[in-house]
């Protein structure tokens, strides 16, 4: 092995390490979503939705702000529009997702909803030309199938359904931004204007009907768990992830959000139905068959050719690194935006 060649051993184990930890963290902030959405059955009854969607993620964002100012004041302006871009998208695709539920059945509401797994490999393609690897496309139709199986019980077309479909496809378009723009430097920056810009989307839209804030220490303390928690810390976290897998696998992974609230709903009593079961297990070879794709994609970061155009010494001794399946030699454009961002000191996925 040249010296060229040799430090592309411990560069594969990281991104494959990379990859491992950010698909393991969007799963702990997917049973962190699961559980805050036992904490939110428990507020409303103290605070309308308006009201909690907009004092959650309005206080979350000011103490990002207060906590790294300069992070997110220095962002650039690149990331800035970005930032306000994602915001947008996920304070609208939170409103129509709750506008539609006032028309059409929770359990109908639910399904189209998680139609933003079957959407954002789509977006993502269409809107930034990403590759999304054959192992990822599965991972998608069994996600889809498990939720499916998990929340179908018919649809019927009305205003609530449009809504809604409205608000998945939100939610796919942010997840195909975010990973096109999320990089390892701006992370807390580009995480804190999603979360206080969608904050005061949700303010616009509840303070006609008036805030409410919770009566109780058990509502407050609730409170504290879905802002400080769920909000701040999660969405930090699915900012950091998403620099480093592709949207479509970060989608198929918080698939796993109906099973989680599934799981912990057994905590206060619910019963764990045959569909959920069933339509959960198809969720988790979802979740393998991403991992699997992920560790079969190259390293970021590597050059694809040399100086003479012939591929380059450690282009080749990745290729002869020992990986299962076919590992995709054809270059990925992501990769190559990747090699471009990590020169100016932006590490992608």
């Known amino acids: 092995m040249t010296a060229t060649s040799r430090p592309t051993e411990p560069l594969v184990q990281r991104a494959g390490l ?29 605070m309308g939705t308006a009201s909690l969607v907009a004092v959650r993620f ?52 639910g399904f189209l909803t ?22 990822v496309w599965a991972g998608v139709a069994a996600a889809s199938a498990g939720l499916s199986v998990i929340s179908f019980n018919g649809v019927s077309v009305s205003l609530g ?33 999603q979360i206080l810009g969608t904050g005061v989307i949700a303010a616009f839209w509840a303070v006609p009907q008036g805030i409410d804030l919770p009566d109780s220490p058990a509502g407050w303390g609730w409170l504290a768990y879905s802002t400080l928690l769920a909000t701040l810390g999660m969405y ?3 900012t950091w992830a998403q620099s480093r897998v592709t949207a479509a696998s970060a989608a198929v992974v918080m698939a796993c959000e109906p099973l989680f609230v599934s799981l912990f709903s057994l905590l206060v009593g619910a019963a764990l139905s045959g569909r959920t079961i069933a339509g959960g297990l198809l969720i988790l070879v979802a979740m393998c ?26 282009r080749l001794s990745v290729q002869r690194m020992p990986r299962p399946g076919r590992s995709g030699l054809r270059p990925d454009p992501r990769d190559r935006s990747s090699s471009e961002a990590s020169r100016h000191g932006r590490p992608r996925r």
């Open 18 to 46: 990379g990859r491992r930890t950010a698909v393991a963290a969007l799963t702990c902030a997917t049973a962190v979503w699961g559980w805050s959405y036992i904490a939110t059955v428990w507020l409303l009854p103290e």
């Open 58 to 109: 309005t206080l979350a964002g000011l103490i990002m702000l207060a906590v790294r100012p300069r992070a997110v004041l220095s962002i650039g302006r690149r990331h800035l529009l970005a930032g306000l871009a994602l915001a947008g998208l996920l304070g609208s695709g939170t409103l129509l997702q709750v506008e539609g539920q006032h028309h059409i059945p929770p359990s109908q509401s």
């Open 114 to 135: 998680s139609l933003f797994v079957v959407l954002t490999p789509l977006v993502a393609r269409i809107l930034f030309k990403t590759r999304i690897p054959r192992g």
């Open 161 to 193: 359904t449009w809504l809604t479909l409205a608000g998945a496809l939100a939610y796919a378009l942010q997840m195909a931004l975010l990973s096109e723009y999320s990089s390892a430097d701006k992370v807390y920056g580009l995480a804190a204007l």
């Open 236 to 238: 930090a976290v699915q």
């Open 289 to 314: 068959l991403v991992i699997y794709a992920e560790r079969s994609r190259p390293p970021l970061g590597v050059p694809l050719q040399g100086p003479d155009g012939a591929p380059s010494e450690a």
